[in-house]
């Protein structure tokens, strides 16, 4: 895991301090390469390949193509073999691979890896630069884009040390009140967008166009039956687990004791791969409590770690200081301080990402599936009706029962999703334009993920120079989980069926079928009790007031969560 940065002209300050606010994405080693049309940084956490052979930027043999490259690919021993009959190789890392492949397919390699990865390509001949994000958004992926100008990073805060003026995008004020987090490709700035899961970007440098395009995953084909799904699951994820164990340093596991890192353990351990797990103890929850029984079970090394409220108020600051993009998720808390315990004994750990958002593992995913005949939403009817009642107390319970009646995919599940009711639901919408697909899981698997989940795993990961990877979101696993037989045998027996039957062949049922309890926090028994927060909320409800143009009453009034939402917008803004 890496940090790459760079830009369309010459300039090696601005560089060097582009890089050193990504320092702790890549501390293992440094690179750069200049010339008039571009500037390149790369900051490199070893993985694969720890010698210098690996380093880059690297460059293609004629000194055509450069890469600098963040991420993993786990299928790179297949693809080396077949590049192998025209190209030398000089390095044994995965980055070499796609740069052959870049020789050899064009921007078609990009379709042809599997594994995660932010990266950019100079090809001199052309004079063109390239961009291309990861299918599912695992690694994040900014550029500002004005006045022939364009800068790319791994985050924003590197972004930001070019010395322009950037300006708030207030939009986003509704999607982080709401949701608590900012839908790509929209970004806390209006200069500055995110590369979406997928998308590839072509920059001409000398026309200095800007175009377009995407990589489009087909859904895998000869799954007829319930008995073939259910064995052509565990066949896909038992490979992806594999797969994900490729590197020249320990890896580690998350273990929640939860149904996805539960089943990744089972899996692993069945291939006889034992690697270390990893839990916190948090005061009210019962997380440790379970992942110590999976671990006794399966003969797991498991190491926790017990956090308080003073954990908590430590890393209050840093947390947020880091960010410099509103996300409200109380996780990222659980998620930065266990990135830092894992660090002090591996450098690479699986989580589980990607098992709710690909088979159904929330209420809103059996919700929208009881729709008989969902639609996308034609009119804002609803929106109307309530904003001459702006007040009224029983506007969520009668909203869902609209919802419901009308069979609006969209607008049901915005109601679930959101926290506020701050705006009316046609302001949150205009962020879920680009999501024409009304399965249930398509939502989350398109913004939630990348956007929240996915975003908090590689901020709290890459704070401590941690590689966090996702087996649940392996290409052959999000092929799976878009076959139509699949989708329907899912939403048809509900709440994750399909991972708790594989479950169930390694574990007992009161592991299987416990609460879900989540990665989250108690807002009541942690940040109450944190004069911290409490400070920053008062602050951040007179903000609010001159700022947004809500009044302090009706944020009070909204839904616990929305305070959290509140303080980690104002926060990115302080």
Known sequence: MCGISGFNFKDENLLGKMMDEQWHRGPDQSGTFFDNSVSLGHNRLSIIDLSEKAKQPMVSDDGN?????NGEIYNFKELRKKLEKKYKFFS??????VLRGYEEYGDKIFGMLDGMWALAIYDKQRNELVLSRDYAGIKPLYYYWNDGKFVFASELAAIKKLNIPLTVNKEIFTAVLSFGFVP???????????????EILKLDLDKKILNKSGIELSPLEGINNDKEIIEKAEEILAESAERHLIADVEVG???????????LAAILKENGRKIPAFCLEIEGRKDAEYARKVAERLDLKLYTHKVTVKDFREVYDKIF?????PLADTAIF???LISRFAREKVKVVLSGEGGDELFGGYFTHRHLADLKNPKWPESNFVDKIFSRFPDFKGKKTLLDFIYKLQSDALGLYLNNLSTAYLYDTAAQRKFFHKLKNIRPFYYDLNSYLPDRLLYKLDYSAMAFSLEGRVPFLDKEMIRFSLNENVRKFSEKNKNKFILKSLLKKYLPEEIVNRPKEGFSVPLAEYFEKMPEFQNDYQKALRWAESNVGLPISKIKNAAGKTKFNLVALYKSLA
Do not use: H, Q, R, W
């Open 65 to 69: 193509y450069k890469i600098i490259f």
């Open 92 to 97: 044994d890392s995965d980055t070499e691979v």
């Open 184 to 198: 790509a490709p929209y970004s806390l700035y209006k200069e500055v967008s995110k590369v979406l899961p997928g």
């Open 253 to 263: 596991l998350f273990l929640s004791g939860g149904n996805d890192s539960s089943l």
């Open 321 to 325: 200081s880091g960010l410099k993009e």
């Open 334 to 336: 659980s998620s930065y």
